[in-house]
């Protein structure tokens, strides 16, 4: 299993946040993903097996941010 994301990418997740926003920024890894909702704040810390079930994309990466 290859990992797709990175520190600091947006990543879009299976269902999205309470607040209605479904753009979360990956803000640590390591055996657990942080991952901070883009519109609240909130921050959720996943066990990285759950988290690679509930991954569905990249939306913006964090070489693309930068520019």
């Keep these: 299993m290859s990992a797709e994301y990175g520190l600091e990418d947006i990543v879009q997740l299976k269902k999205p946040h309470a607040c209605g926003e479904n753009r979360w920024r990956i803000i640590r ?3 657990d993903i942080r ?5 609240c704040g909130h921050s959720v810390l996943i066990p990285r097996a759950r988290f690679d079930r509930v991954f569905r994309r990249v939306l913006a990466a964090k070489d693309e941010q930068a520019e």
């Design 29 to 31: 890894m390591g055996m």
């Design 35 to 39: 991952v901070k909702c883009e519109k």
